[in-house]
């Protein structure tokens, strides 16, 4: 794939609308209506196209913003990866006990279509403009905390055709390269398969009063709740990797609670660089780290 160096100026023309403020390390583009995305590009591209990081942030699809992952991309392009954080529909905005024990499940499962479907379309547009922005399409990678972890697990793996709420235009060939979760969790274990599993990197507390380390309802709801949706956290994720030959790495803190979801892409974000390089070398690992309480 051929990579063009952009003057700033290029970059206000690019598809969408692209804008870069003096002494700002990113550019802001719309991908979608009224749905932007900022592009982080290392500074040093040597020559050759670079992989990316998808990042969508948490907020119980209610609230959070892009800006959260900017910690994270600067990181990673320290390191020579591209990081684009993006926002997304907020289907509960306004009502967010809707994604609550009360709420209806249909609405909880449209409320992650659409975030799915916003991601997506995210990577169609990105995958569009590989070219211009020297992106490797090939080594494109996916990473949420919380609402954003259960965004991109789904759309790792749910059926592009089926899980759409609008056309999207990201083709059922495309394959992440892999996935960094904090705090996600995922509706159906047999989504994953030893044919389409991915390189996946779990951070989770495993006494999560929100999203269950485990296999447990959403938020813990009773079962005559008429939200009640399973869920199928990091630590059942990890074991149903171990069983079908998948790469893997969990991180659990034992006792600890959702403040996990975030902490390693605002603390320790180094650990979500090294995940994508081991990846991209090649290598693979199933490995559960246990981090004692401190």
């Not at 009063?209 to 959403?218: F, I, K, M, N, S």
């Not at 975030?262 to 690992?285: I, K, S, T």
């Amino acid at each position: 794939m051929r990579r063009f160096l952009l003057s700033a100026f290029t970059l206000l023309f690019l598809g969408g609308f692209a804008g870069q403020l003096a002494g700002q390390d990113f550019s802001t583009h719309t991908y979608r209506a009224d749905l932007d995305l900022d592009l982080f590009l290392p500074t040093q591209m040597e020559g050759k196209d670079v992989p990316l990081v998808i990042f969508v942030h948490g907020g119980g699809f209610s609230g959070g913003q892009r800006s959260s992952g900017h910690t994270l991309a600067r990181s990673l392009v320290a390191r020579g990866i591209a990081c684009a954080s993006i926002s997304y529909t907020l289907y509960v905005q306004g009502r967010p006990q809707d994604w609550g024990c009360n709420g209806q499940l249909t609405e909880k499962i449209k409320t992650l279509r659409w975030a799915v479907t916003d991601t997506w379309a995210a990577t169609r547009w990105l995958a569009d403009r590989a070219d211009e922005f020297g992106l490797d399409t090939t080594q494109f990678f996916l990473a949420g905390s919380s609402a954003g972890a259960e965004t991109v697990l789904h759309a790792a793996y749910w059926p592009r055709a089926v899980m759409g709420m609008v056309p999207h235009g990201l083709g059922a060939d495309f394959t992440y390269a892999g996935i960094s979760s904090g705090a996600g969790a995922i509706v159906d274990l047999n989504l994953i398969t030893a044919e389409n599993t991915l390189p996946l990197q779990l951070f989770h507390g495993t006494a999560d009063p929100l999203v269950p380390y485990g296999a447990a309802p959403h938020h813990f709801c009773a079962p005559d709740a008429s939200g009640w949706l399973m869920l199928f956290g990091a630590g059942v994720l990890a074991e149903h990797l171990d069983k079908i030959g998948g790469t893997y790495s969990l991180v659990s803190h034992p006792a600890a609670g959702h403040e996990i979801a975030g902490y390693y892409f605002d603390r320790e974000p180094g650990r979500v660089a090294d995940f994508v390089l081991r990846v991209l070398e090649g290598r693979h690992f199933q490995e559960h780290i246990v981090v004692p309480k401190k």
